[in-house]
């Protein structure tokens, strides 16, 4: 048939509308004489187009029909759907066994039916196909056979992803025997000496094959009653290597596979047959934690199947001990990374198998659960990835909806690498790169309307999910703390808890007893989950200056959220959650105490990548409060809304810093203890700031709606302007404001005062939330002057009667909330007083010395030892601060870097200018930061503010946890302390008092 010049038949139109890329080939296929009669047969072009690749679909069907003799093939094929669909479907998705059929055209019968046993046949059914086999070649084609009929209902979903895996493992089995019997037939004086068993390992141990994949086997051998050992081992070893030479040589049908037996002890430089002792002996003494791994799919295959049971029995309580081995779950994961790291940089991005999100991924993921969990809990003892996976999710090891996004993606993935390989019946991972290849495997997994640009789509999502669990599951540190419990450890009973926690060093077992018992007893799967976190979360508040404190406060968290779904979730899945929970709960009062009064916020612990912790910024607080505010429906309420957030937010810089300071498992402790001092006193400035804001809009919104008679601004004082505010610091501030055109100063000023007293009133009222103090004795005579000033006054004020004290106290001046130009406007006001242009006078500098003289010896605490009292004390925060104050106040106009409100930028400015040496500077900074770190350590554990350190046992050892110092070392942190110190006085007695 042809058509007219410049037009296209109706054939041609009808190919490319059922699939097929090259219609013009297609539609000469369609008139050669083994298809004429059938060429406008909608049935037939139907069946054509539902294959994965329509034009190999056609050729493969014409070069079978070439071979027939007869009509025969080509009447089934349009009479008997089940038959075609089967025979259409294998031709279009593999090259290789269209070519087989070429070559054996009467093994297409083997798809015509199926009895209802061949609907999922097994290692006898395949050995019957085998059984005529008594040679390679005739092996190969039976194998073939045997392939064809798998990929035939592989294809068409008369078998999923699972099923035909586990019958490709099947055919394997089936095949290893066959090759077995074909070399002892070949040796029969070999098969009379010895007894050998073929143990299947990897994924044809684990019933989960590939198309094309080496099959790993382990050989064990022993001699039959009588024989010599030495003999029976050679002649086995003959056996062995007879039996992989007719699976892997390559004849004039091809070859199988690859038999690998490098998983036997020490790989390919160790014997290939070894007797049962000799395994075991090898195992107990020499065996690395891979070796154990890759037991866990261990199964007796083909040979004397008894010997093998005799082998894996032998074997399996060494693989459940593999967990309790010294730095077994960093192994595993070095494995893997290394795995990763070996794969060329090309291949990378189209590893299915071994590349970040593919198919290792969740084998690794599953089988360390497994060796971990499996110790205990012999549900979990499967060989095959999918079921073992089911198992953990089962016994609580793994959230349900991890374990169905895992088993979705595994599918997917094996889906895609069954079809690469399927195509060529080739040993591959790597997904093509070519739009043809990737429109054939495409279209076999039902992805039709946009074959690539779906597949490549569902792909990228599948890994990204293996990608995430992987790390979520692989990498959580639950694993190394479950890891080296002792084997009873994992299912507490009371006896065994009890010596435990004594052995941990809990004051009060008999307590922390009935904690375990209220949290772990019953049968739910809340209590399962439970089982498997304590005895890891013991460990952790163990390592705390007072565990049983964290399982006190642990228990009343989970009393409190037991019951919400997404609480024991994350602390089971969430990388760092549960450890982070742990450190929170057990370093002290403040950061529990901040929870249990918003138990929700444990879900600030649960990101695993820190950024659940890291602080919020001044701009996003301030815009979280004041929207609370907004509506809120009067001002009580708004600064109730201000204050919850000020509270959840502590508590996220409490628990920053103290991750941050003791480390875990997975995050070493910060070693720039600097760093984390700025961090907290920025966090906790701007929170307090935020505040402020939010506090002074409720106010002005309920006393005045959107506008207050005068401008009003808050200027923060002291460490709060300095942005180093502690847990426990009360806001120092000054108050100024500034009438409104047209309005009266005195109504102006009576509104400013009610302002301030709302605010402190608010900020102060009792409640679940801590309060906020402010401090406004720093403003222009003290608790004697007006709470409020105008900027006026405080310009006559400063003109006229201002104190070098108060000169100084302005160095740290800064805006904070209300009127941002009016508090510019401040600022500029007081830049000549707290930076004199020509510096400081001799008697000024005087005066400063005598003020800090009589500091120290009016306002130390009566009893206080001052060597230890790190505000006041020698080389203390006092010290520090008006040392670097002094200098600012020298040099501050003629330096730019001088003029900050913060004490380290200001010193690091000093240094840099000359004013003093690297080495004083460093002495002087890390005295500051000590002192400051040891005023929120206190904080930390007491639940209260103090400047020197605690004198009871357990605070003062959970304050040197925090500093970095380990049990027992109490006597050494405060040796430190004092050297530190008394460096910084030394500079401080020459910069200070000297100069």
């Known amino acids: 048939m042809t058509s007219a010049p410049g037009r296209r038949s109706s054939t041609f139109t009808r190919l490319l509308r059922h699939g097929f890329t090259d219609p013009s080939a297609a539609e000469r296929l369609l008139e050669s004489a083994e298809l004429s009669a059938v060429r406008d047969d909608p049935v037939l072009l139907e069946a054509l187009g539902a294959t994965a690749d329509p034009d190999l679909a056609l050729l493969g069907l014409v070069r079978l029909l070439e071979e027939q003799p007869d009509r025969e093939l080509l009447d089934t094929v349009i009479a008997a759907k089940p038959f075609r669909d089967r025979l259409l479907g294998v031709l279009g998705a593999s090259a290789a066994l269209a070519e087989h059929l070429a070559r054996h055209p009467a093994d297409w019968q083997a798809l015509v039916t199926y009895e209802p046993r061949d609907l999922h046949p097994g290692v006898e059914e395949f050995e019957r196909g085998l059984a005529e086999a008594t040679d390679p070649v005739a092996l190969r084609v039976a194998y073939r056979r045997g392939l064809l009929s798998i990929a035939a209902r592989d294809v068409c979903g008369t078998i999923d992803l699972a099923e035909t895996a586990a019958e490709l493992a099947d055919l394997a089995t089936a095949t290893l025997r066959a090759a077995l019997a074909i070399a002892r037939t070949a040796a029969p004086e070999d098969a009379a000496l010895c007894r050998l068993a073929v143990i299947a390992m990897g994924k044809c141990g684990g019933h989960e094959l590939n198309y094309v994949s080496d099959v790993d086997v382990i050989f064990v051998g022993e001699a039959v009653d009588g024989a010599d050992e030495g003999k029976a081992l050679r002649a086995a070893t003959k056996l062995a290597s007879h039996m992989m030479r007719v699976c892997s040589e390559t004849t004039v049908e091809g070859s199988i596979w690859p038999v690998d037996a ?472 000054l108050f100024v404001h500034e009438p409104r055109e047209g309005v009266d100063e005195r109504e102006a000023s009576q509104a400013a005062n009610k302002v301030v007293s709302e605010m402190r009133r608010l900020l102060q009222i009792p409640s679940a939330d801590p309060p906020l103090l402010i401090d406004a004795d720093l403003r222009p005579e003290g608790k004697s002057g007006p709470l409020v000033r105008t900027l006026t006054s405080y310009a006559a004020y400063y003109r006229r009667w201002s104190l070098v004290w108060e000169a100084q106290a302005l160095l740290r001046a800064e805006p904070v909330a209300g009127d941002e130009e009016l508090g510019h406007r401040f600022v500029e006001l007081i830049a000549p007083l707290r930076y004199p242009a020509a510096g400081l006078g001799d008697d000024a500098v005087r005066e400063i010395r005598r003020l800090k003289a009589r500091m120290e010896s009016e306002r130390m605490p009566r009893g206080a030892d001052p060597k230890l009292h790190t505000k006041l004390g020698p080389g203390g925060l006092s010290d520090v601060e008006w040392t670097v104050q002094l200098l600012q106040m020298r040099h501050g106009a003629q330096v730019p870097g001088l003029r900050t409100t913060r004490t380290r930028a200001a010193l690091v400015a000093a240094r840099e200018a000359g004013f003093l040496s690297a080495d004083d500077a460093q002495v002087l900074d890390e005295a500051w930061v000590l002192a400051t770190r040891v005023r929120n350590a206190v904080m930390l554990v007491r639940g209260r503010a103090g400047d020197t350190f605690p004198t009871e046992a357990r605070e003062l050892a959970a304050v040197g946890r925090y500093l970095g110092y380990g049990p027992g070392h109490a006597g050494d942190m405060l040796d430190d302390y004092r050297r530190t110190a008394r460096r910084a006085r030394g500079v401080v007695e020459e910069l200070f008092y000297g100069g």
Do not use: C
């Open 262 to 733: 490098n998983l036997r002890p020490e790989g390919r430089n160790g014997p290939l047959v070894r007797t049962l002792s000799s395994h075991l002996a090898y195992y107990q003494r020499w065996a690395k934690t891979w070796e154990f791994q890759a037991l866990l799919k261990a199964r007796p295959v083909a040979g004397d199947l008894e010997l093998g049971e005799e082998y894996v029995a032998a074997l399996e309580p060494l693989v459940w001990k593999a967990a309790e081995r010294e730095n077994f779950v960093a192994d595993v994961q070095k494995m893997r990374r290394r795995v990763v790291e070996n794969i060329p940089v090309a291949e990378l991005d189209r590893q299915l198998k071994l590349g970040p999100g593919g198919l290792r991924d969740v084998e690794f993921a599953v089988q360390l659960l497994q060796l971990v969990h499996g110790r205990e809990d012999g549900s979990l003892r499967s060989g095959t990835t999918l079921n073992a996976l089911h198992a953990l999710a089962a016994g609580g090891y793994v959230g349900r909806a991890d374990a169905a996004q895992l088993d979705d993606a595994y599918r997917f993935l094996r889906s895609m690498e069954h079809r690469i390989q399927l195509y060529r019946l080739r040993r591959t991972h790597l997904v093509p790169e070519d739009d043809t290849d990737l429109r054939r495997l495409g279209r076999s997994l039902g992805l039709r309307a946009d074959p690539v640009a779906e597949l490549n789509r569902e792909w990228k999502r599948h890994a990204s999910v293996v990608r995430r669990l992987h790390e979520k599951l692989f990498y959580r540190p639950l694993l190394d703390a479950v890891a080296q419990l002792g084997p009873g450890d994992i299912r507490l009973s009371a006896g065994a808890a009890r010596e435990r926690l004594v052995a941990l060093g809990y004051a009060d077992p008999a307590s922390a007893l009935r904690h375990l018992e209220a949290l772990a007893s019953g049968i739910t799967r809340k209590a399962a989950i439970q089982r498997t976190l304590l005895p890891v979360l013991l460990g952790w508040f163990a390592e705390s200056a007072d565990p049983d404190a964290g399982l006190l406060n642990f228990r009343k968290v989970s009393d409190a959220l037991g019951k919400t779904p997404w609480y024991l979730r994350l602390l089971r899945d969430e990388g760092a959650a549960a450890e982070n929970l742990a450190r929170v709960l057990s370093a002290g009062r403040l950061a529990p105490d901040l929870l249990m009064r918003a138990p929700e916020a444990v879900a600030l612990l649960g990101d695993g990548d820190g950024g659940g912790l890291a602080p919020r910024g001044r701009a996003g607080l301030e815009q979280e409060i004041l929207a609370a505010v907004g509506r809120a429906e009067g001002a009580v309420q708004g600064v109730t809304a201000a204050r919850g957030v000020r509270r959840r937010e502590l508590f996220r810089t409490a628990a920053a810093d103290i991750v941050g300071s003791y480390g875990t498992e997975t995050q070493p402790a910060e070693p720039d203890q600097g760093a984390l001092v700025e961090r907290v006193g920025a966090a906790v400035s701007d929170l307090t700031a935020a505040t402020l804001a939010g506090t002074l809009r409720a106010v002005v919104r309920e006393g005045w709606g959107d506008t207050l008679p005068t401008r009003f601004a808050v200027i923060g004082m002291g460490r709060f302007g300095g942005h180093e505010l502690g847990y426990g610091s009360d806001a120092d501030v």
